[in-house]
């Protein structure tokens, strides 16, 4: 298989990385997940568009447009035969002496793109996925989509440990995100999931499905929810490019409603797979 290197396209073996990136010592890049359907690209664009501002929250300029991205992206789809999958792709300050500032002279930004084949969650996304709690010890800047993801680690380790799929963080009573995911939760026929400001990553999958609630008039309150309203929740799901809209059953130990995933959750599963094959064809 192929992977892209600095806007080439080479054997995927031959990728090789300089042990002073940056990226490598410091985490210090951004990166996106984008999710293949029928051999074609989902929210390609939003993808694209928060790639973009992720690179310019961290002062990495990116030496491409975003139609020399697109393209560098379709071929690398095309040249892997990817059917269903995911496309990975990163971008890192560079090659340089190690020092935490910033490199002076005009280092060249390391980009790499790579695609895996990967099946949707259908049993998962059919009978609902446990989940446990945890405090949120990440960092006060949750919107850039940073490689600094030992935060996240440790908090969807935790879930593993637990049997579960993945962990909610809360700062104090506030729900945030998961540790790969937005949460949300449904009250009385309201959707409720926290706003997309430092504190959560503004998910792509988290914008779809506010727009499409928005245009089937099921109704939205985007705000904090404390972790009282999510055990006294009718519904709670997680959204993810890899795993979709995800019915939550149960949270630490605790049951979700009557333990099935609850309606809206199944209307708002429906939509967006509409809305899937309405972009991909799937
Ligand atoms: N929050 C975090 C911390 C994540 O890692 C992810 C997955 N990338 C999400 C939310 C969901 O974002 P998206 O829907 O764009 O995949």
């Known amino acids: ?6 806007g080439k396209l080479i054997e995927r073996n031959q990728a090789k990385m300089d042990i002073e990136d940056r990226g490598y010592q410091f985490g210090d890049g951004v990166y996106e997940v984008i999710r293949v359907y029928n051999g074609k690209m989902f929210t390609l664009q939003e993808h694209l568009e928060r790639f973009e501002r992720s690179t310019k929250s961290i002062g990495v300029s ?8 697109k393209s560098l992206l379709l071929e690398l789809v095309e040249k892997n035969n990817l059917r269903l999958g995911i496309i990975y792709m990163q971008i890192t300050r560079g090659v340089a002496p190690r020092n935490h500032a910033f490199p002076e002279e005009n280092v060249e930004p390391t980009l790499v793109a790579y695609t895996r084949e990967m099946t949707r969650p259908k049993d998962e996304l059919q009978t609902g996925v446990k989940t446990i709690l945890t405090e949120d010890i990440r960092w006060l800047r949750c919107d850039i989509k940073s490689l600094n993801l030992l935060g996240n680690i440790l908090a969807k380790q935790k879930a593993v440990e637990h049997g579960c799929f993945e962990a909610i963080q809360h700062r104090g009573q506030n729900v945030t995100e998961g540790s790969s995911s937005n949460i949300f939760m449904v009250k009385n026929g309201i959707v409720i999931t926290h706003e997309s400001n430092h504190l959560i990553l503004k998910g792509i999958t988290k914008d779809v499905i506010l727009g499409l609630c928005s245009a089937s008039g099921i109704p ?12 006294e929740a009718d519904e709670v799901f997680l959204s993810s490019t890899v795993a979709e809209v995800m019915p939550i059953i149960e949270v630490e130990g605790k049951v979700v409603g009557n333990g ?5 959750t199944r209307k708002i599963q429906e939509l967006f797979v509409n809305e899937i094959e309405k972009q991909c064809g799937a």
Do not use: C, H
């Open 220 to 231: 939205v309150n985007e705000r904090a929810f404390t972790l009282k309203e999510l055990a």
């Open 260 to 264: 099935e995933p609850g309606s809206i």
């Open 62 to 69: 990116l030496p491409y447009t975003m139609d020399q991205l």
């Open 1 to 6: 298989t192929f992977a892209i290197l600095n």
